[in-house]
Nanobody, 127 residues
Framework: QVQLAESGGGLVQAGGSVRLSCAAS????????MGWFRQALGKEREFVAG????????YFADSVKGRFTISRDNAKDTTYLQMNTLKPEDTAVYYC????????????????????WGQGTQVTVSS
């Protein structure tokens, strides 16, 4: 079993930046693909960003392209989401998710295709 723990959330002003971390632990992880999703109050969960096991392939939702970056440090079993130029509409609980598969695949934005999930971390952007 793999456990994922997000950290780094909090309250930030619009235009500010936050970096989220997702640390994996438990059974050998083998560098599976990782994703970040978010869920705002009263809305469905949505894909934010994904990264392959090697870190060479990344995908972003249109709403965050150019503002968010995703990276990973496989030596530390940690994935990061750097969020810049934050907007109030970025307010949500952010979840990291992991796949057993090394590759993101064509369904990288579908939450059901991820095998493990963290508990989430709240990011609130004030206007």
């Amino acid at each position: 079993q793999v456990q994922l723990a997000e950290s780094g959330g909090g309250l930030v002003q619009a235009g500010g930046s936050v970096r989220l971390s997702c640390a994996a632990s438990g059974r050998t992880f083998s560098n599976g693909a990782m994703g970040w999703f978010r869920q705002a109050l009263g809305k469905e969960r949505e894909f934010v960003a994904g990264i392959s096991g090697s870190g060479m392939t990344t995908y972003f939702a249109d709403s965050v392209k150019g503002r968010f970056t995703i990276s990973r440090d496989n030596a530390k079993d940690t994935t990061y989401l750097q969020m810049n130029t934050l907007k109030p509409e970025d307010t949500a609980v952010y979840y990291c998710a992991a796949r057993r598969d090394y590759y993101l695949g064509s369904s990288y934005d579908i939450g059901a295709n991820y095998d493990y999930w963290g508990q989430g971390t709240q990011v609130t952007v004030s206007s």
